[in-house]
């Protein structure tokens, strides 16, 4: 009866047909170019890829883009701008019709590229069939920008529509770009949207904070709760997931900076430690599933359990760190968003000979793969709403238990364990 948790900190969505327009555009990009299709790249020949995302010798263009960004994006705008999405009038047209009106776009932010929309997205999608991937990452690439037609539905300019996103309501990071530019946010001096937490819990998790408004906000909003696409393309098109892993690394953060950092700094469900410890005296295997990586959660865990933490199996994400302290993100699974889908690890055992009870717990967007193969699903609530676990489910008719924290969970899992309820008995009361 092996019991699968995603998550144990306080905190706390079958791809459809879009359109061929894919292959049409690749064969009239071509067209347009004046040459046949070949399956050689010759961007990758003529870009020196070292200079992407070079913002310190970026044009005029791209600086006064981010400044103005930075200065406007304030948590008074985010939260008129969530509001008035809502409002907002819809207009129905196909993937292509909506990339031909994107076409006349220059994205101001973008310091690697002049190319037209069209052009970018055809790039991206075909980059993403090249390099072997499945079919909902191609759409994804194809996509990722159409929330971009903010900027012909009611935009105030390009700043609440294109560049990176980030989180407001709590002190802007200094990893974001041109981070001196946010001393005019009127924020930065607000007595508590300027402290390190803001408006948040410590360790709340990207589920359950504001992120800036644009683009891909707002594209995410739109999708999420009538199109297709798995999880991991939602996350893709909204966080970039990878992105924010790889770039911990590529900032200069050594490997054992990180561990400690978490370590020192993580609060943990402080359920958990009895509801592991009445688990293994109960002899029911406790898994951490994760997109994580393995170290780290480790690391955590030995804040409330100590050395029981190396006892706990992990399903995770890998990581290779060199003798100098770099390192680099293994991915159990390449082709997926988060590059681990956990509905593998449930599936595991689902499909043994005699499979045991399998309960689940989770609370964000990375546990939607595995919801519906749990005998019993878990998920975390959140104060004041849904998280998007939560809403997935209502939205696909998925039977689960909301839970506040382990100790809450433990009374539930006990009582099926011993007899004394049915999952169905459970299901029913919640």
Request: glycine letters at 6%; one cysteine or more.
């Amino acid at each position: 009866m092996p019991i699968l948790s995603e998550e144990i900190t306080c905190r706390g969505v079958e791809l459809e047909e879009v359109s061929d327009a894919i292959d049409e555009g690749r064969l009239l990009l071509n067209v347009l170019k004046g040459k046949l299709w070949s399956n050689k790249s010759e961007f990758d020949e003529t870009k020196d890829k070292s200079t992407f995302r070079d913002y310190e010798g970026a044009c005029d263009r791209v600086k006064n883009f981010y400044r103005e960004q930075h200065i406007k994006q304030t948590v008074e705008f985010n939260l008129k701008a969530h509001a008035a999405f809502k409002e907002r009038k819809r207009v129905s047209m196909s993937v292509w019709e909506a990339m031909e009106l994107l076409n006349t776009l220059v994205d101001e932010s973008d310091p690697d590229t002049n190319l037209s929309q069209i052009e970018h997205l055809l790039q991206t999608a075909e980059a993403i069939r090249r390099d072997g991937k499945p079919e909902w990452m191609q759409v994804t690439g194809l996509v990722h920008d159409l929330g971009k037609l903010l900027l012909i539905f009611g935009s105030q300019g390009q700043w609440d529509v294109v560049g990176d996103t980030f989180v407001v309501g709590c002190e802007f990071s200094d990893k974001c770009i041109y981070p001196e530019t946010f001393g005019e946010n009127p924020d930065a001096n607000h007595p508590v949207y300027s402290t390190k937490y803001g408006i948040y819990e410590p360790n709340c998790g990207l589920d359950n904070v504001m992120l800036s408004w644009g683009h891909d906000e707002y594209l995410y909003h739109v999708l999420k709760d009538q199109c297709t696409l798995p999880a991991e393309g939602l996350a893709m098109i909204r966080d970039a997931f990878r992105e924010m892993l790889q770039s911990v690394a590529k900032n200069g953060h050594t490997f054992d900076e990180c561990k400690q950092v978490l370590h020192d700094n993580i609060k943990l469900d402080p359920g958990f430690k009895e509801f592991y410890a009445w688990s293994k005296t109960a002899d029911i295997p406790v898994i951490i599933v994760s997109s994580g990586m393995e170290p780290l959660i480790r690391a955590v865990l030995s804040n409330l359990v100590g050395e029981q933490a190396n006892e706990i199996e992990i399903i995770s994400n890998h990581v290779t760190v060199e003798s100098d302290g770099k390192w680099e993100i293994k991915y159990r699974h390449p082709t997926s968003g988060f590059g681990h889908d956990k509905s593998q690890a449930i599936l595991h055992y689902r499909n043994l000979p005699q499979p045991p009870t399998l309960f689940f717990f989770g609370d964000g967007v990375s546990d939607i793969s595995a919801a519906k193969h749990a005998d019993l699903l878990f998920v975390k609530s959140k104060p004041g709403g849904d998280n998007d676990l939560a809403s997935y489910c209502k939205r696909e008719g998925i039977k689960h238990v909301l839970f506040e924290d382990f100790k809450d969970a433990l009374v539930i899992v006990r009582d099926i364990v011993d007899g004394k309820k049915t999952i169905a008995e459970v299901i029913s009361a919640n």
